[in-house]
């Protein structure tokens, strides 16, 4: 199934045009529409780094791309040139960070797919990568549309939904995860009526979340992450969904911090709290999220987030980016597959061996 861009309706943040990465600036949204125009994989990986490209699909989507700027121009005939740098390209790249999987799972897919090519030259190899990356690219608008067609099946018209940091289009090439069913049930004529939460400190919910929401149309109102309590207490909030940076092997869950929090209120209030997670997103070989490196960010995202000073100099400061959702704590766990409940660990496996094929 082929998503049409057309019913996007936000700019898309990673484009490849005529040898060149286009990422949308995110960092300047929701005020400004700048893209940065990248021509070598340093220049991917500092975007991903200082998070002018972010949400795992997207991330693993543009180092896709970064990996071809490595090679592009490594003439026909070295050969050995061209695998040792897709090497260091690719460990490069792949230390950017941390937490989200779809990174090193883009790089190690572009990997296998030439290493099946392995004797052909090296034309045909870059040819091969750039392919990759396009179907990387594809298969994961395809695979949001399906995520949010299994979620809408879990919700109903007139429900209140509860969201946290950015899952959508923004994060992904076209519908989001957490937020493809909002933009489904919306071309269904539905009303949903929808709370971002802000999310500290670098405010993905204020400034991507409620943007993306408001210029689909859709009903949202953006709440302060310590507001989403009160929210639920009022019986405004009938389903929590969120994305995933990585779902262990058990389903436990990392995701933007804050998100563990959410799953508490949401078990205190008795309110469903769903995962959308590409399998993309599904780590088997993490076992537990004990084992999941949990990226720790500046002290001066917290600081000094936006210019102004809000904190003594000098102040102690503990940033972690993301935290692990105990298993027990969600509902559901929905892939492009279908819906998974507890205990996660055979339904995450089914649906990783149907994404292989
Ligand atoms: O630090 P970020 O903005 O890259 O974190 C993003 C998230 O935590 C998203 O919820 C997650 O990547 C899922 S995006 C479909």
């Known amino acids: 199934m082929t998503v049409s861009m057309e019913k996007i309706p936000h ?22 529409t700048v ?24 991330i693993g989507t543009a180092a896709a791309f970064g990996m071809y700027l490595g090679v592009k121009d490594i003439p026909d005939v070295d050969a050995g040139r061209f695998w040792s740098t897709l090497r ?22 572009i990997r296998r797919r ?13 040819a091969a990568l750039l392919a990759e990356a396009h179907e990387i690219q594809r298969e994961d608008a395809d695979m949001c549309r399906k995520i949010g067609e299994h979620l809408l099946t879990l919700l ?6 509860l969201t946290h940091c950015n899952a959508g289009g923004l994060a992904t090439a076209a519908y989001g995860t957490a937020l493809a069913p909002l933009y489904l049930a919306k071309e269904r004529g ?19 979340t ?16 310590n507001m989403a309590a009160a929210v639920m207490q009022k019986g405004w909030v009938q389903a929590v969904i969120v994305g995933t940076d990585r779902v262990a092997a058990n389903g436990d869950v990392a995701n933007k911090i804050g998100t563990y929090g959410l799953a508490v209120l949401a078990k205190a209030h008795g309110i469903p709290f769903y995962v959308a997670a590409p399998t993309s997103s599904i780590d088997l070989q993490t076992a537990t999220g004990a084992d999941i490196p949990i990226e720790e960010r500046p002290a001066e995202e917290v600081t000094r987030g936006f210019g102004a000073v809000t904190a003594p100099e000098g102040v102690q400061v503990y940033n972690p980016a993301f935290d692990v ?28 061996q149907r994404s292989q094929g």
């Open 11 to 32: 700019p898309r943040s990673v484009v490849w045009r005529e040898d060149r990465l286009l990422l949308l600036d995110q960092r300047r949204l929701p005020t400004e």
């Open 35 to 58: 893209y940065l125009e990248l021509t070598t994989p340093e220049e991917v990986r500092e975007a991903i780094v200082k998070l002018a490209v972010r949400g795992a699909p997207a």
């Open 88 to 109: 260091r390209v690719g460990e490069n790249l792949r230390s950017a960070r941390p937490t989200a999987v779809n990174l090193a799972w883009a790089l190690e897919r």
């Open 114 to 126: 030439l290493e099946t090519l392995k004797e052909r030259p090296v034309s045909e190899l870059k």
């Open 156 to 161: 109903e018209d007139g429900m209140g939904v």
């Open 190 to 208: 539905w009303h949903l009526r929808v709370f971002a939460d802000e999310t500290r400190p670098v405010l993905q919910g204020a400034r991507l």
């Open 210 to 225: 409620a943007y993306e929401l408001q210029q689909a149309g859709i009903d949202v109102t953006l709440i302060c992450d």
């Open 325 to 352: 959702t105990p298993a027990e704590l969600v509902t559901a766990i929905i892939t492009e597959h279908g819906v998974i409940r507890p205990p996660f660990g055979p339904g995450l496996q089914e649906a990783v």
